[in-house]
């Protein structure tokens, strides 16, 4: 069984920066493909970045590119989402997830496991 653990989530500025992370346990973390989604309310869940199994392949959503950088720590089991130049539609739950076949990528129907959330709100 796999369980992501998200932290780092908080209240921040317009133009400041965040970092939120993921704790891996259960499973072969250096296998699986990691992502992170976000939901903001009153909307559905969309995704932001991820990362390949070894942390060479990374992707992002237009909108967060330039500003913020995933990547891991697989001897950790760790997974960050560095965030910079926060503005306030970033505001939404962030949530990490897994895929244990290591494709990961935009959907989130490719993903096994899912953490349970941490709220990142940027405020004008």
């Known amino acids: 069984q796999v369980r992501l653990a998200e932290s780092g989530g908080g209240l921040v500025q317009t133009g400041g920066s965040l970092r939120v992370s993921c704790a891996a346990s259960?499973?072969?973390?250096?296998?699986?493909?990691m992502g992170w989604f976000r939901q903001a309310p009153g909307k559905e869940r969309e995704f932001v970045a991820a990362?390949?199994?070894?942390?060479?392949?990374?992707s992002y959503v237009d909108s967060v590119k330039g500003r913020f950088t995933i990547s891991r720590d697989n001897a950790k089991k760790m997974l960050y989402l560095q965030m910079n130049s926060l503005k306030s539609e970033d505001t939404a739950i962030y949530y990490c997830?897994?895929?244990?076949?290591?494709?990961?990528?935009?959907?989130?129907?490719?993903?096994?496991?899912w953490g349970q959330g941490t709220q990142v709100t940027v405020s004008s």
């Open positions: 990362i390949s199994e070894t942390g060479r392949r990374t």
């Open positions: 997830a897994a895929d244990i076949h290591g494709v990961g990528g935009v959907s989130g129907l490719n993903y096994d496991y």
């Open positions: 259960g499973g072969a973390f250096s296998t699986y493909g």
